[in-house]
């Protein structure tokens, strides 16, 4: 069965740090891996996409990258602002079998 | 257009009740979910329709059963449930396997109380 563990679980940062948030999952014969943001008690925003053939996508300030063989994926966020904060999801799987991370609560202040 | 949207937004229902929620996407997806999600929890996976057709169902106990009309509208319909049954209720759509991108949209969520 799939885990994902995703590290730190929580975080504090001043705004304009450049941050990492990991994720790790244990079985890596995975379709594809999802990162998504979710403010408090709404719906999940997609981030990125990374199918099992990539290694990386960028968005904007926001890049992820993909190692399948040790299992892991990093979404780094360049210059952080304050409407980063959220909970931020990573989510792999077969198709349409999503198993997502416990996720990492990000606060940026001011 | 990557809207997925969910109604209602918050429900209250007593145990003996029987209601709905709906789901609708015009992203052309043919694959639709429902996910579970507890407070301080990551969303859990319910049901996948993949056109039209009820794919997988992650042993979900019957008092919830979905339904598919049509590919733009998901239904999850609820009788007899229980208080634990209280949680965050989310859709997502996505292409259906065998396509490239199979990026999952969500949508906003119900907030389902059960008294």
């Known amino acids: 069965k799939q885990e994902v563990t995703q590290i730190p679980a929580a975080l504090s940062v001043p705004e304009g740090e450049n941050l990492v948030l990991n994720c790790s999952f244990t079985?890596?014969?995975?379709?594809?891996l999802q990162w998504f943001r979710q403010d408090p008690g709404k719906g999940l925003t997609s981030l990125l996409l990374?199918?099992?053939?990539?290694r990386e996508q960028t968005s904007g300030r926001l890049n992820a990258s993909l190692d399948k063989s040790s299992g892991r994926s990093t979404l780094y966020i360049a210059a952080s602002q304050p409407g980063d904060s959220a909970t931020y999801l990573c989510a792999v799987g077969p198709w349409g079998m999503l198993t997502f991370g416990g996720g990492t609560r990000l606060m940026v202040k001011p | 257009d990557t809207e997925v949207t969910q109604t209602p937004k918050h429900l209250v229902m007593g145990m003996t009740n029987k209601k709905s929620l709906k789901c609708e996407q015009h992203m052309g997806h043919r694959a639709m979910y429902w996910y579970k999600q507890k407070a301080k929890k990551p969303p859990e996976l319910m049901f996948v329709y993949s056109y039209e057709k009820l794919s997988i169902n992650e042993s979900v106990p019957s008092r919830f059963s979905p339904e598919c009309p049509n590919s733009s509208l998901l239904n999850l319909h609820l009788h007899a449930l229980q208080p634990e049954d209280s949680a965050l209720y989310l859709c997502?759509?996505?292409?259906?396997?065998?396509?490239?991108?199979?990026?999952?949209?969500f949508g906003p969520g119900t907030r389902l109380t059960v008294l």
């Open positions: 990374i199918q099992s053939s990539q």
């Open positions: 997502a759509s996505s292409q259906p396997p065998g396509r490239n991108n199979n990026e999952q949209f």
């Open positions: 079985d890596s014969a995975i379709y594809n």
